[in-house]
């Protein structure tokens, strides 16, 4: 059996402009009132958190981490923004994603993108990582 050559050297991973076009249309998909209500939300890419970021969660590694929800959200008096307050932000991590994606295969990289969006900005809306954690339990049981 002769083993196939793949010619790898047109093959790119997707750039962080790719991701902010796929964060893009995850957002623009959104139904209302929840477009409507995380209009005011940024989406910014970058290729890992910041050391910081990671040390403050007590992961070792970037990898660890695919998105964060920054700023004050909806429950806790965020829905008018106080004076000297940063916008409310999803940031999503393109080399923590891709890891993830290339270990599952069964996702595309648009439904993960959009997993972790989602996942961000619902703590924009007030829930725990515990409240998805439940509430995609139940979506899996129901399907």
Known sequence: MAVR???W????????DDFEALAAEALAALPEPFKSLAADV????????????LEGFGMESPFELMGLFTGIGLTEDGAVPQTGQL????????????????????DTLGEIVTHVLIHELGHHF???DDDME???ARADAEE
């Open 5 to 7: 050559k793949t010619d």
């Open 126 to 128: 007030g829930f725990s």
């Open 9 to 16: 050297s047109g093959f790119y991973a997707p750039t962080l």
């Open 134 to 136: 439940a509430i995609e």
């Open 42 to 53: 940024s989406c910014s890419v970058a290729e890992f958190a910041e050391d910081e970021v």
């Open 87 to 106: 916008p409310n932000t999803v940031f999503l991590y393109r080399r923590a994603i891709l890891d993830y994606w290339a270990e599952h295969e069964e």
